[in-house]
């Protein structure tokens, strides 16, 4: 079946635009997480959805960052005024349910350059 | 979450077994282990986990130290499709912070050479 996607697979911007960066998780599952990779580091937490919920946001840096999930399946990622440190490659996974020892699938990420 | 420790890089011949060590010493007794890679320009997958027994999927095996301080993922014969970033993460299923999110270190880089 079909795994997880997002858009764009690239996106460059200029500092101070906004951006928008879309998940389409695997169909039926409810938990949906949304990390953040700067170049030579692992994935690093920002947000965790299940259903339509954002049950955890401590991972977000600052209040320029903020997603949504309204129909507790496609997400958005939404960076305002975005700044040169936000360049990275922002990671979309989802799993089944709540389970914490549930697999998350990854999606392939989008590379977000901020010049 | 517990902390893990692994080497930053490895190298392996393709073809040859690679055993890429974890160490996890402040583990607790409902921490599993994960597994998961990153092949280049990819997201993270899922390769195996465990408790407290050793482990074997298609993908590979998990030997788990008898103190649960360390772990070892085992591929039997590596190939150059690999070659990847090797995640052990620790995941506690009744953690207050419940939230199933991933805490990734830096990881092993494992090269396969051909």
């Known amino acids: ?115 | 979450d517990a902390k893990t420790t692994q080497p930053n890089s490895m190298e392996s011949n393709e073809e040859e077994p690679v055993h890429l060590p974890c160490n996890h010493s402040t583990i607790s007794g409902t921490d599993y282990i994960h597994w998961y890679r990153q092949l280049p320009s990819q997201g993270p997958e899922y390769v195996i986990h465990g408790l407290t027994s050793n482990v074997n999927n298609r993908m590979a095996s998990l030997a788990i130290a008898e103190d649960r301080k360390s772990s070892t993922l085992i591929l039997h014969r590596a190939t150059l499709r690999d070659a990847a970033v090797y995640y052990c993460i620790l995941r506690d299923p009744y953690g207050s912070s419940n939230t199933g999110k991933l805490i990734f270190g830096q990881g092993t880089t494992l090269q396969v050479k051909p």
Request: hydrophobic share 30%; net charge neutral; proline share 5%.
């Open chain 1, 1 to 115: 079946g079909a795994g997880v996607s997002q858009t764009p697979s690239n996106k460059v911007t200029e500092k101070g635009k906004y951006v928008e960066l879309r998940c389409d998780p695997i169909s039926g599952h409810t938990a949906l997480y949304w990390y953040r990779q700067s170049l030579g580091q692992g994935p690093e937490f920002l947000i965790y959805f299940q259903g339509t919920g954002a049950a955890d946001d401590s991972g977000l840096p600052n209040d320029r960052f903020f997603a949504v999930r309204p129909e507790g399946s496609v997400s958005t990622l939404k960076i305002q005024r975005t700044e040169r440190g936000d360049s990275a490659v922002y990671l979309c996974a989802s799993s089944v349910g709540l389970a914490a020892l549930d697999t998350q699938y990854f999606g392939p990420g989008t590379r977000l350059t901020v010049l």
